[in-house]
């Protein structure tokens, strides 16, 4: 009875993650000093959030048995690793011999469209959760 509701919610803070990483990369678009490795500064690097269906049977065997899924879990945080990209500045402080700059890998118009999505994604969660929620209660209703 509350296994639409247990999907929708595993939805929702997975969703939510996924939103918090992608405005975090927006933020730290130009972010030249990232991370201390070795003595030396990187820029900060993309990071994407994998997610899979959780439980153990695959989604062909949930549509055999007519159970549906079990929801989706975040598996992990990974770094982008795409190049950064040199930008021409000798009068920035992270300039190299060359005057270049590393920039962080970030494509600001992929990330917008990247949380566009993910947010009407969580949108649709939540509608998805109040039609659980509404259809609980009228089944409660109906056993009274």
Not at 12 to 38: C, E, H, P, Q, Y
Request: avoid cysteine; glycine fraction near 6%.
């Amino acid at each position: 009875m509350f296994q639409p509701l247990n999907i929708s919610s595993s939805a929702l803070t997975a969703g939510r993650l996924k939103m918090d990483i992608l405005s975090s990369n927006i933020a730290n678009a130009t972010t030249t000093r990232g991370k201390l490795v070795n003595g030396e500064w990187i820029p900060y690097r993309r990071k994407m959030v994998e997610v899979e269906p959780s439980g153990t049977a695959p989604f062909s065997q949930f549509l055999k048995n007519e159970i549906g899924a079990n929801g989706v879990k975040v598996t992990r945080i990974v770094e982008d690793k795409t190049p950064f990209k040199p930008v021409y500045d000798p009068t920035n402080p992270d300039a190299n011999n060359e005057g270049y700059v590393m920039m962080p890998n970030v494509d600001l118009t992929k990330e917008m469209v990247d949380l566009m999505s993910a947010s009407r994604a969580y949108e649709a969660n939540v509608t998805a959760f109040n039609v659980g929620k509404t259809m609980s209660l009228k089944a409660l209703d109906i056993g009274r």
